[in-house]
Structure formats: C-alpha cells, structure tokens
C-alpha cells in the first residue's frame, strides 16, 4: 500500500512547526530578501489540525505566532521595533493527487481560505518617536504546499501562502510555513 493512499483514509491529522512572514510591501522583487524581509521566531510557533473528505478535499485550521524584527523591512517601511504577530486561517486544501494521479509519498495541494491576523503597535519610547499602531487584518488566502511522507503516519509539510487584506492593499503579506505532521 502506498502511502500517498493511507492519507486519503485519515480522517484527522495534527502538525507543528515553523512560520516565515515576508511582510516587506514589495511583490516580487525582494522575494528571497532573508536577512532583511523575513521574520520568524526560533522556536516552533505554528500548530494546525486537518480533517480529511473524500475527493482530495480538507479542512485545516492553523494558527501561528511570528514576531517582526526592528530594522527589517514591514510593508514598505523598517520597523523601529519588535512587533508581535498572531494569525488564526482556515483553509480548504484539494489534493492534487486527485488531478494528477497517486504519487505516493509526494502529496501536493493547493489551498484556498480566510484569516485573521494581528500585528502589535510599536512601542512609543519618546516623544520623538512615531508609533505604528495595531493592525487587525481579516485575509483572503490562496497558496500551495506538499506533504513529504516518511511513514503512513509521519509527514514533513512545506506550504506557501500569499494572504491580501480583504479591505485593502495594507498588510498583504506572504507566509511560509514548514513542520511535521501525524496522522490519527
């Protein structure tokens, strides 16, 4: 039995790991900008759970903790300070394993959905400085992924996810997200 084809008989499976946040207000063109645009905290700051459907569909609610580091690049600007940063998305991922036939232990998906996220306010140190305030942002998602399948029960998941404002262009942003799933 492949593994690919055990996924599709799981009801429910739970993953942690890694977010990245690329947050720097440029489309393409600062796209691998590590050291300046890319934001993620040193210990595992992601945890989802998935329900599995028939016909490569699924639902996975995500939530992730980032923090944005003083001096890189925020939407266009360079932070003055540290900035926490929390997000909630729910996702509807479709198995592309459907589309292309079973791949065993490659099992790429795409995914669309919605958001929550929220980003802290800079703190406001002397008078001199400008504080950015809080930003809480409902997001329209759409990305892609795989899952990398070690055993029947053990996976490594790799996603990238852009996510837009829902009412306007400030605080579009992308997330990358890498960690471990089980399967139950």
Known sequence: ??????????????GLGFNIVDDN??????????KDSWNMAPFPSRINIEKMFNYGLSV????SYNVYKKNNLIQGKLANYNRNY?????????DLNELIGETGWFNPFI??????TMISA?????QGDVKTPA????????GIGSNFWISPQLAISVQALGKWN??????????YAMGVIFKF
């Open 122 to 126: 800079d703190r406001k140190v002397s």
């Open 135 to 142: 930003q809480n942002i409902i997001t329209l998602n759409g």
């Open 1 to 14: 039995v492949l593994v690919g084809q055990n996924y599709k008989n799981t009801d429910w499976c739970i």
């Open 111 to 116: 995914a669309i959905g919605s958001g929550y």
């Open 86 to 94: 929390f997000a909630t998305d729910l996702l509807i991922k479709y």
């Open 166 to 175: 829902a009412s306007n262009n400030q605080g579009n942003h992308t997330q």
């Open 25 to 34: 207000n440029h489309r393409f063109d600062k796209l691998f900008d590590v």
């Open 60 to 63: 996975d609610l995500a939530m």
